[in-house]
């Protein structure tokens, strides 16, 4: 097998040769504990991680069109085999030992020409998400890409510069991108708990042969995509470089051209998956030599002084995201509050992900390494909550505009609005509960203070859209009594249901000492509008 694969890429050799020397070439597939050798084009090969090996061990073929290639190896025979491969100059090293029979696999495969190829299970399998549970919260995975879904336009303009740069001689990218940009606009994400998909031999078929639990399911239907995402997905280079392979598979379909070429695209839509603000767009501008206009928000190099450690001029204080479900990006500038309500320029190195515990999440404890210090070349690992990212700021006229267009509303454009703020209140609330289930996991009273505080300045009334004032109260008033509710043990209110009449009565909240203090920085910072526009001292919260 080592000497065929080596013939393929001998360079006195034209593809041609190498198919008619190797023609039919028959590799091994398992058949319980035996083996058998057939033909390499009616095989299927493990061509993702979804298809994990313990997972592939009880997949039945029998009813299926093809067979399963596979090799037999075990642990006596992986480093012999390994070494052998090696000794025919090819660089086919695995990269988890765990799964080494699945990539030494998926490797051959790949060297193998086209026309004797076994092909690729996500090519030819169909996956249907069975025992769905629907889980209303976010995970770290749906998050990234809602947030993406808002960047649009950078990778709009981004990927064909990346796909020229990946594969200078790829044709219809203009197309390609397109289609591309459209299927993520229209996707609609659905998290869900223990997510599990049945995989059949094609979608004509519907021979079931077998069931795995991936990190997510993306499901076509009328060219109407759901993207069904596990609970615990993360934003792993794994899981991203899995997604940007079936995407560019769906993009393929649609375009009606040949899937492996599109498949030649993942790194470079991977990259492009990886955005999630105006900073990271930049960032792969500068890395790809791309021209990619500034927009409204954070500063053009040069208009301010960007250095390590320097206190964040208030005009751009007010631009802090104070959302606490960010990812940090390496070489991102960031506000990093070096005390409380002291803000200063710093720049994330890298995460730092500590053990995670049964009690909390993953996305609950991470950690960067930052630089804030020009004298400092070690770093320093802090909080995620020590963190923000900044957001683009709204001018005076815009926001003058919006209350003009509430003075000049009629009757039936208000009914409009009012039902489009009952719809958005219940997102603000179900954010609010999402947010507050997460924070209250937190290992530390001086960790949930400093969420809390992110949360009740970034939905203080104060803060809000002129258009959405009334909005956010309700909005604010609601996450106060979920605070007080959980602090007396009390679980939290239903999003979707009304506020109930008769209310509970319960202590209130400990963290209300700290909320008179916490008015004084909403008209500081984060004013809706610029710092002309500011109301009084807020006061809402009240004590």
């Not at 000497?3 to 091994?28: G, H, K, W, Y």
Request: charged residues 25%.
């Amino acid at each position: 097998l080592g000497e065929c694969i080596a013939a393929t890429t001998a360079v006195e050799r034209t593809v041609e040769d190498t198919v008619q020397d190797l023609s039919p070439l028959f590799l091994p597939s398992p058949d319980g504990n035996n083996w058998h050798l057939i033909n390499s084009t009616d095989l299927v090969f493990a061509d993702s991680t979804r298809y994990k090996s313990k997972d592939l061990k009880q997949f039945d073929f029998v009813q299926a069109p093809y067979f399963l290639f596979q090799i037999p190896l075990d642990t006596r025979h992986k480093y012999t085999t390994h070494q052998m491969f090696r000794s025919q100059h090819l660089d086919i090293t695995p990269s988890v030992p765990a799964s080494y029979e699945r990539d030494m696999t998926r490797d051959i495969c790949l060297k193998l020409p086209k026309q004797l190829r076994p092909k690729g299970m996500s090519l030819v399998c169909y996956e249907k998400v069975v025992d769905l549970n629907v889980d209303t919260s976010d995970s770290s995975l749906s998050l990234h890409l809602n947030k993406l879904k808002t960047l649009l336009s950078h990778l709009n303009i981004l990927l064909p510069h990346l796909i020229k740069f990946y594969v200078p001689s790829c044709k219809h990218i203009a197309d390609f991108v397109s289609s591309l940009v459209k299927l993520l606009d229209n996707l609609k994400i659905v998290v869900a708990t223990d997510l599990r998909a049945n995989v059949y031999s094609n979608a004509q078929l519907m021979v079931r042969i077998g069931t795995i639990r991936p990190n997510f399911v993306l499901h076509n239907e009328n060219n109407v995509y759901t993207l069904y995402v596990a609970k615990l997905a993360t934003v792993s280079f794994t899981i991203m470089t899995e997604l940007s392979q079936s995407l560019c598979i769906e993009v393929a379909r649609n375009l009606q051209v040949e899937e492996t070429k599109c498949l030649r695209l993942i790194p470079a839509v991977r990259d492009c998956l990886q955005i999630q603000c105006r900073e990271d767009a930049q960032s792969l501008c500068e890395q790809f030599q791309v021209e990619l206009q500034i927009e409204d928000g954070m500063a053009e190099e040069g208009q301010y002084n960007l250095r390590l450690g320097e206190p964040i001029p208030d005009e751009i204080q007010e631009r802090l995201d104070r959302d606490i479900n960010h990812i940090f990006r390496p070489q991102e500038w960031v506000g990093f509050e070096i005390s409380e309500q002291d803000f200063v320029w710093a720049i994330v190195l890298y995460p730092v992900q500590e053990d995670v515990t049964e009690e909390t999440t993953s996305d609950l404890i991470t950690k960067y390494k930052i630089l804030f210090n020009e004298h400092d070349h070690e770093g320093k690992v802090v909080s995620w909550l020590d963190l923000y990212k900044f957001i683009s700021n709204v001018s005076e006229e815009e926001a003058e505009g919006q209350e003009l267009v509430l003075a000049v509303e009629n009757n039936s454009s208000a009914l409009v609005r009012q039902a489009g703020d009952s719809i958005r209140l219940r997102e603000l609330k179900r954010k609010i509960c999402r947010e507050l289930e997460l924070l209250w996991k937190l290992p530390n009273e001086e960790e949930k203070k400093k969420a809390i505080r992110r949360m009740y300045i970034k939905y203080h009334p104060d803060k809000a859209k002129p258009t959405e004032k009334n909005l956010y109260e309700d909005a604010f008033k609601f996450m106060l009594r979920q605070i007080d509710r959980l602090e007396n043990g009390l679980p939290l209110e239903h999003p979707d249901e009304e506020t109930p009449d008769d209310k509970e009565t319960y202590q209130p909240s400990s963290w209300r000492r700290y909320y008179n203090q916490w008015n004084s920085y909403v008209p500081r910072y984060g004013s809706y509008g610029g710092s002309n526009r500011r109301s009084g001292g807020g006061g809402r919260g009240g004590g």
